[in-house]
């Protein structure tokens, strides 16, 4: 397999060329002004951010998305999914279900009117509105790919490169294997399927929450909190309802925190059979880099500066060369990572997860784009094409 096209484009901006026309200038490299007929149904896939954090993408760069395909005759609409646990976050809501996540983004400022086309959530009010696709993953078997992506032609996928605590890197395939699937998928990443409300500790019919937002409605109550298990799709509603009333009655493994990555991986491989590989088209923003996913209700400190722009078709390839380049940036010192060197792993010092027999700590985000091509989620080999604008010419043609 050759190497596949990354297009780059720095963090230097200027008036003449600032972010969002690199951004069109990369809509540009991918052909997506040529490749969208009309009437296309054009899903943009990103994240809105969780309350209190504030490194997540803006919304201003879904905007010009929005504009450019517009401009070529397609259908837009903005597309995020729901989250995990249940009971919101305090005054301003959580993302669990579809009102309290379209609140949410509204409070970052993600709305119709400032998008310019419907938002939607994709995989419907619970994160159960989804089509079960089969892949042969060591960990997943099925994937619960969000409803909406299967009426789409086709999907840009508008992503925030930055950190992730059990990932490594969240990049596309992070954006599409937890962002492009229902409430279960995102479970398998984080929890063992295995439900249990242990009857001694339940409180019985007088509280009766996890009735209330088990989304499949497979609980029942007789003298005490019983569930379906042949119906459970392991969402963590009644885990996380239950933890609020204080009986701790419902439980749920956690999944070891080092194979969550390869879920990422394996669910992108469904999604992205779901509609097959040439629907999609790819776009990292390396800006505003923490370690921290920004389902994080915190902007943490920034580990490197702004880094830039890449685009490519393929999803591996654009996340090895985005965290090849978090790599190579020169650290802040101000950050977590202090003054470690160019080229060591800046998320893998941060998170600090470790081999359960070794001790020894694990670069996540290799383990997860190794397990990606091993998936043969594309490939980790790379051609950069770095794509800038001629200088602003003086006048009379003298350049600056
Ligand atoms: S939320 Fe917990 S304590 Fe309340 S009924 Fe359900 S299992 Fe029992
Ligand atoms: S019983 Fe299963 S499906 Fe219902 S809320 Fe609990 S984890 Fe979710």
Redesign the pocket.
């Known amino acids: 397999m050759g190497k596949s096209k990354v297009y780059f484009t720095d963090r230097q901006a200027r008036p003449d060329y600032n972010m969002i026309d690199k951004l069109e200038h990369v809509f540009k490299e991918l052909s997506l002004d040529k490749e969208i007929k009309s009437g296309e149904k054009i899903m943009i896939k990103t994240h809105f951010g969780q309350w209190g954090n504030t490194n997540y993408l803006r919304p201003a760069y879904a905007r010009k998305i929005v504009d450019l395909v517009r401009a070529v005759g397609g259908e837009p609409f903005v597309a995020e999914t729901t989250g995990l646990g249940y009971g919101g976050d305090g005054t301003y809501g959580g993302r669990t279900t579809a009102p309290e996540y379209l609140g949410m983004g509204a409070l970052h400022g993600y709305t119709d009117a400032t998008v310019g086309a419907p938002i939607i959530m994709a995989d419907g009010y619970w994160g159960t509105d989804v089509y079960d696709i089969e892949v042969d993953g060591e960990h997943v078997k099925t994937v619960d790919v969000a409803a909406a992506l299967l009426d789409c032609d086709k999907v840009i996928v508008l992503t925030h490169a930055k950190g992730h605590g059990l990932g490594g890197i969240g990049g596309t395939i992070k954006n599409l294997g937890i962002g492009l699937v229902g409430k279960r998928g995102k479970a398998a990443m984080h929890f063992l399927g295995d439900?249990k409300i242990d009857p001694e500790k339940c409180l019985g019919p007088e509280c009766s929450k996890?009735l209330k937002?088990?989304?499949?409605r497979?609980?029942t109550m007789n003298e005490k909190a019983e569930?379906d298990e042949s119906r459970?799709?392991?969402?963590?509603?009644?885990?996380s309802i239950c933890a609020t009333v204080e009986a701790k009655a419902?439980t749920q493994t956690w999944r070891p925190n080092h194979e969550q990555g390869s879920i990422f991986v394996e669910n992108t491989v469904g999604v992205i059979n779901a509609i097959g590989a040439d629907k999609f088209y790819y776009i990292n923003l390396a800006i505003d880099i923490s370690d921290k996913c920004d389902c994080w209700n915190v902007g943490a400190p920034l580990l490197v500066h702004d880094i830039g722009i890449f685009g490519s078709r393929d999803p591996l390839a654009i996340d090895q060369a985005t965290l090849q380049a978090i790599k190579d940036a020169p650290a802040n010192p101000d950050s977590p990572v202090g003054e470690i060197e160019c080229g060591a792993c800046k998320f893998a010092m941060v998170h600090a997860c470790k081999d359960p027999e070794t001790g020894e700590i694990l670069e996540l985000a290799e383990r997860q784009l190794a397990h990606a091509e091993k998936m043969g989620l594309g490939n980790r080999e790379y051609e950069l094409a770095t794509i800038t604008k001629d200088p602003p010419k003086k006048p009379g043609g003298a350049e600056e």
């Open positions: 439900i996890c937002v088990c989304p499949v497979c609980i569930v459970c799709i392991a969402c963590h509603h009644c885990v419902a």
